[in-house]
């Protein structure tokens, strides 16, 4: 449904049924001004014939005409005020539901889904993108409806008139709507372009401004190179998206300004030949100029939708995007606080495996560290036991019940994780330790922030425990965030924690912290750690080693496994080796 090219049912889709009705009511009344709009087009010719004659044309007098002129002219009118009305209505309704249904769904997404640019990409959509598509279904669907259905009324009454322009319009409007679909897929193939460009380089200012710190490390702080080829190869799209909108503006621009010179020409030679009078000649090269209008009309409308096109297709990507399975009711208890996966098979994308038949048993009460070359799939392996994604094949099974078969909720109350990306709310310190577990009391509070560290940024901060975090916790640094993410684990007391111990280099105080945090976790908790520090790796009660291959290659205490002399003495070794470096 997603990729089918019919715009107006994939906006009524997100219309509730009472919006969608007003809506088709709506685009009913501009259909029926856009019929009165062409008939007094029409009326326009007899009634000037009336008038210059004296006598009745078509059985009506000039002021019969003129009155029924004035009455097409007040229901057209009406019939667009309340069309307009019912429209907007049922454009906001759209704007209102798009929220919802953003809303429920991205509740609804498996954890794995969101990346970094998630939160600007949502956020965009439901604000200036539903605004813009909104405005798609209130103003263009009926724009384009009233206008076309004037033009049709209008085309098969000038047939009254003179069966030879009749014949002229009827051949030449397919042609004209043939030539406008194809300028609007010129300016839709434009504006893609031009879009990708945009998104291009907006992520890579955004990569540019996050990794100041990086890049002015490797002294390169305004010398971005990718930002640099990004906006080379952007302006070359959007000069390519230019030339695209510019060919299908002029496309139907000459289509529109040809049919009405042509109708002019037959019209003008129709005068000259004594086939209609002069006062006939000049009112249809005025009804011909308005026609124009409605034509131009007609071509900003579907450039309008085309335009919005881009935006239907974000919405109905982030709508049907898949979802976990998830069962009403947890099949059944877990028995214990042990995980067990079983030849989990997974990748994130198919061509490509990560884990291939990862065997992990960790009994309850048990710490597991899990260790073995960067990008071998450790952290997945947490992230499949916390049900981010669904393994390919095998299962994850906790206390003896396989993931899948608990309720979000049961899963979530067993298990909790402290991964490397901590998020923050723009909330104060305190309520951002206490969402682990809003009923602690305040001496619980205070003990898992002397454990984790967190007391020593409070007493830092002037406003201490009431200090706001910012967006995402921007106002404190990345590892004061995690100190608090360590003090939500330990207050959340779950029988499972899933650490993922950070790559980058803490500082000795955070690292003493964290290891003190990781004894406490070790006493009340089943604890499995991506561990890359060799001090938690040596309190662990058994060691994982994976390999590159997304398998396990030795499994033991650090006892057994240096014994080995395989991959982890290795490991061992050279982790030893660069502990031991000093700066002179
Ligand atoms: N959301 C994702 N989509 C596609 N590929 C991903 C995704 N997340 C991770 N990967 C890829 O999967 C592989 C395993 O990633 P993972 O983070 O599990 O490795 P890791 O062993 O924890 O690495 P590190 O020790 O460097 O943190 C990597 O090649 C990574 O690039």
Known sequence: MSNSKRFLPRLRRYMDEGDRRQHRLGTLLYALSGVMCGIGLAIMMPATMALQSGDPQWGLTFWGWAVALAAVTVVGSTASFFGTKLSYAAGLGFMRNMQVVIGNKVSRLPLGWFKADSAGRLSRMVTQEMISTGQAAALYVGQLIKNAAAAIVFCAAVWLWSWQIGIMLTLSIPILFLLLRVSQACVGKGNGLEDSAERDIAARIVEFARCQGALRACRAGADYEELESSFVEGRKRSIRGLWWSALGEILSGTSVQMLVVSMIIAVSYLGASGSIGALETVVMIGVALRFTTLLNEIASALFGMEDRRAMLDGMDEVVEAAELPVVGESRARPTDASVRMGEVRFSYMKEKPILRGVDLDVPEGSMVAIVGPSGCGKTTMLKLIARFYDVDDGAVRIGGVDVRDMTTEDLFARVSFVFQDVYLFNDTLR??????????????????????????????????????????????????????????????????????????????????????????????????????????????????????????????????????????????????????????
């Open 431 to 584: 309520n951002n330790v206490l969402m682990a577990n809003p009923d602690a009391s305040e001496e619980q509070l205070r003990a898992v922030a002397d454990l984790a560290g967190v007391t020593e940024v409070v007493e830092r901060l002037p406003e201490g425990w009431e200090t706001l975090c910012g967006e995402g916790g921007r106002s404190l640094s990345g590892g004061e965030r995690q100190r608090v993410s360590i003090a939500r684990a330990l207050l959340k007391q779950a029988p499972i924690v899933l650490l993922d111990e950070a790559t980058s280099a803490l500082d000795a105080e955070n690292e003493k912290n964290v290891v003190r945090s990781i004894e406490t976790l070790k006493r009340r908790s089943t604890l499995i750690v991506v561990a890359h520090k060799l001090e938690t790796v040596r309190m662990a009660d058994k060691i994982v080693v994976m390999d590159s291959s997304g398998k396990v290659a030795e499994t033991g205490t650090h006892n057994e496994l240096i014994a080995l002399e395989g991959e982890y003495k290795d490991f061992w070794d050279k982790r030893n080796a660069s502990s031991q470096w000093q700066l002179v």
